[in-house]
């Protein structure tokens, strides 16, 4: 199984970024897949998560109405969109598997990616 998270990247505050989460290793449409991000000093945090096999989404408040998560099956990629984005969006973001169809717990996730580093300047 592999992860592979691209599109990170210095942006003005708010401006847009779009993350891709590339996975290969495993049939993507059985498992959720998950963002989430992380600052140095804080514990890592849950972005927001899809199912691969019906759609369904979830977001966390901090991002509801700004970020959009998207699946490409086909690809076997999942993408990020973030919109409007603010100083406090900034950490390093990871993308990882879920052991199930649904659900967006940390603790349900056993694969993830590297990271890759959004930074937004103000």
């Known amino acids: 199984v592999q992860l592979v998270e691209s599109g990170g990247g210095l942006v003005q505050v708010g401006g847009s970024l779009r993350l891709s989460c590339a996975a290969s290793?495993?049939?993507?449409?059985?498992?959720?897949i998950g963002w989430f991000r992380q600052v140095p000093g804080k514990e890592r945090e849950g972005v927001s998560c899809?199912?691969?096999?019906?759609?369904?989404?979830y977001y966390a408040d901090f991002v509801k109405g700004r970020f959009t998560i998207s699946s490409d099956n086909a690809k076997n990629t999942v993408y990020l969109q973030m919109n409007s984005l603010k100083p406090e969006d900034t950490a390093v973001y990871y993308c990882?598997?879920?052991?199930?169809?649904?659900?967006?717990?940390?603790?349900?996730?056993?694969?993830w990616g590297q990271g890759t580093q959004v930074t937004v300047s103000s």
């Open positions: 899809i199912s691969n096999s019906d759609g369904t989404t």
């Open positions: 290793g495993f049939t993507h449409d059985d498992y959720a």
């Open positions: 990882a598997k879920s052991l199930y169809a649904v659900g967006c717990y940390e603790y349900e996730y056993d694969y």
